[in-house]
């Protein structure tokens, strides 16, 4: 299994990234998928999550409204969308697959991680 996630690097707060991620070695519509987000020396974060139909769709608080999962099962690619970026949105991002329907915040129910894509927000 392999993710591999594209589409970071350097914008202007206010600004917008999308970021993809590309799934091979499994059968991408029987994952829900997620994206985290960390900074170092700081824990993991959830920012979101979708279902494997992309039906149900899940958002960190600090995160709603701004930014958008969205699936394309035929591609085998979840993407993120990232609105009104600001300066604390700046992170390595990753996805994750869970071989489950339901969407989950938990990162430790994910069984399969990328490799990350660095997200820089300057003021």
């Known amino acids: 299994v392999q993710l591999v996630e594209s589409g970071g690097g350097l914008v202007q707060a206010g600004g917008s990234l999308r970021l993809s991620c590309a799934a091979s070695g499994l059968t991408f519509s029987s994952y829900a998928m997620g994206w985290f987000r960390q900074v170092p020396g700081k824990e993991r974060e959830f920012v979101a999550a979708?279902?494997?139909?992309?039906?149900?769709?899940l958002y960190a608080d600090s995160v709603k409204g701004r930014f958008t999962i969205s699936r394309d099962n035929a591609k085998s690619t979840v993407y993120l969308q990232m609105n009104s970026l600001k300066p604390e949105d700046t992170a390595v991002y990753y996805c994750a697959a869970r071989d489950r329907a339901w969407v989950t915040r938990n990162g430790d129910e994910y069984d399969y991680w990328g490799q990350g894509t660095q997200v820089t927000v300057s003021s």
């Open positions: 979708i279902s494997r139909s992309g039906g149900t769709t």
